[in-house]
Structures are given as structure tokens and as C-alpha cells.
């Protein structure tokens, strides 16, 4: 997860290139607690974060949020009482990009700092 940490989103064009069922291999290792799913056709990652109530919850929304801004990729994100999830994809190649796996890793760091 360091490594991934470590790095910086880069801007995606719609030509940019979807990650390979290799490179995913090699990534997902480093984010064990997310998810590969597919919705309408998009592979995304996906992961649920519990909280003990809403306020706990909302923070870790929040700061997903400025961390989203800062990086300028921006998840989907469902904050309900005790849970937040989070949902990342490449909105420009439908698919997934290096930058989903960085930024999964990021909001990993986020809650890791917040227990």
C-alpha cells in the first residue's frame, strides 16, 4: 500500500488505457479489503467502512471528499448511519484505471488514521 500511497493521480484522457487482468493482480494485493465488482458493465472497486454512528461516518465522508479534490478523482460515496462506502472507477475509460487502486489505497490511509 506504500507504494501506491506514495503516488499521485494523473489525469486520464478517454484514451487512456484500462488497467489489465495482470496489472490487477499486481494491484489488488495492496488494497485486500476492496472489492472488484461490475456494474452496468464497468468493472469498480468497492469497499464498506463501519463507523460506531453518523457523525463518525459523515468525518470520514468528508475528508474522502477533500482527499478527492486534492487528487482530482472523485469516487462515489454513500454515507449512511455506522457505514460509508465507497465506490471508485474511471468515469472517462468506463473501466478501471491505476489511479482507482491510489486512490483506494489513500482512503485505506484515511480510515487507518482516523481509528
Do not use: Y
Not at 55 to 80: K, S, Y
Amino acid at each position: 500500500m506504500d507504494v501506491l500511497t506514495n503516488e499521485k493521480c494523473t489525469a486520464c484522457r478517454r484514451d487512456s488505457p484500462r488497467v489489465t487482468e495482470a496489472e490487477i493482480g499486481e494491484l489488488k494485493p495492496n488494497i485486500p479489503d476492496w472489492m472488484l465488482v461490475e456494474r452496468e458493465g464497468i468493472q469498480r472497486l468497492e469497499r464498506v467502512f463501519r463507523f460506531t454512528n453518523f457523525t463518525g461516518a459523515l468525518d470520514f465522508t468528508n475528508r474522502v471528499g477533500a482527499l478527492a479534490e486534492a487528487e482530482g478523482h472523485h469516487p462515489a460515496i454513500l454515507t449512511e448511519w455506522g457505514r460509508v462506502t465507497v465506490t471508485l472507477w474511471t468515469h472517462k475509460i468506463r473501466g478501471l484505471h491505476r489511479n482507482d487502486f491510489i486512490m483506494a489505497a489513500k482512503v485505506d490511509a484515511l480510515h487507518s488514521g482516523s481509528n
